[in-house]
């Protein structure tokens, strides 16, 4: 008996020991979720259960922030992200790949009448999309004002981007395809399709995207999509950030100048641990990169690239220059002088 009563005594003391200790230490609730943080922001509800289309109409004025990998995409939303009413955060890498499957069920016709068949018409897809990107793009990071989100080739499907939500603008990065190329291989970014091995394939490919997502960004017109030269945000900083804070109707922050000093803080930038730009953005903006690939691609590619890279010339970039001299590249060519300079070279090719 007395053993027993031991044995409860002991349990006793544990249990108060136990709870003295977790008392004194603070208990802490499970963390809320970015999306619950968000609405109780932005909307004074914490319902979770709500749907974020209710509070979110299409016409949200997100930001997308998109180009070829190794263009300045990362340098770009850190900036934004120093902002005190911005939030991009990291890349999602599945929007991309949700929008590429949305194109590819619009560019067949058998899975579209198979689609409309079965009562998934274009506005049910397009509903659905618009729900599953809000719902990453305000899940995925701090609550904010505005919200961003930054994979590069989101915006090859800048169009589509454009059509279901229509407020969005968007920051299409564009940089000398020659130094893109060269830091995609030198750090061995792996993109489905390119060979690493290859300047001439790269460059190649790199040229056809660029195409895709320019005309796209011409396409959605000044006032929805702004390109952003590279070479301009790090050689003139303060003056491309105040014309990008124009842009999205955002009120001037000095703190975009200085964003590794946010780094990891609170409503600050945060950073991936497993993005190749990661190391880069963790310093001031510099110039460092500007001119790293000038020696480093094989002169039958170099002897060749107005041909292989047609883009370069269309972007302002001498395809003949290594390197171009970078404060004095040409204007980037507008969609009517592109289309007169093709009209041009084709009636030259088959006169009457």
Request: hydrophobic share 40%; glycine share 6%; aromatic share 6%.
């Given at each position: 008996m ?33 999306r ?29 922030i ?8 990362t ?108 830091s995609?291989i ?7 399709g ?102 480093n ?48 070279a ?7």
């Amino acid at each position: 008996m007395r053993n027993k009563t031991n044995f409860l005594l002991g349990c006793v003391l544990l249990c108060s020991a136990s709870l003295l200790y977790l008392g004194m230490n603070g208990i802490d609730c499970p963390r809320k979720s970015h999306r619950h943080r968000w609405m109780e922001l932005n909307m004074a509800s914490g319902n979770q259960s709500v749907p974020l289309t209710e509070h979110l109409p299409e016409d949200t004025p997100l930001i997308f922030i998109g180009g070829f990998p190794r263009s300045g995409t990362t340098l770009t939303r850190v900036m934004l992200d120093a902002h005190n009413a911005v939030r991009c955060g990291e890349e999602t890498r599945v929007i991309p790949r949700l929008l590429a499957m949305r194109a590819t069920w619009s560019r067949s016709v058998k899975e579209r009448i198979r689609l409309d068949e079965a009562g998934v018409t274009d506005q049910v897809l397009d509903a659905a999309v618009r729900a599953f990107l809000l719902e990453v793009i305000v899940g995925h990071g701090e609550p904010a004002p505005r919200l961003c989100n930054k994979d590069p080739f989101a915006l090859k499907s800048l169009s589509y981007l454009a059509r279901i939500f229509p407020k969005a603008k968007f920051v299409l990065m564009l940089r000398d395809g020659r130094a893109t190329v060269h830091s995609m291989i030198s750090r061995k970014v792996t993109i489905s399709g390119f060979d690493l091995t290859s300047y001439r394939d790269c460059l190649t490919k790199w040229s056809s995207a660029l195409e895709t997502m320019f005309s796209q960004c011409q396409a959605a017109g000044e006032a929805r999509c702004l390109p952003v030269r590279y070479e301009q945000l790090v050689l003139h900083p303060e003056q491309e950030m105040r014309q990008l804070l124009h842009f999205l109707e955002l009120q001037w922050d000095s703190a975009v100048l200085h964003h590794e000093e946010l780094i990891g803080k609170a409503g600050g930038v945060s950073l991936s641990r497993v993005e190749r730009s990661t190391d880069q953005v963790m310093k001031p903006v510099n110039t460092e990169a500007l001119s790293k690939w000038v020696g480093n691609i094989p002169p039958d590619v170099i002897n060749d690239m107005a041909e292989i890279a047609p883009m370069l010339a269309r972007l302002g970039y001498d395809p003949h220059a290594n390197p171009p001299d970078y404060t004095k590249l040409e204007p980037l060519a507008s969609p009517f002088n592109h289309l007169q300079k093709e009209k041009t070279a084709a009636a030259s090719l088959h006169p009457s």
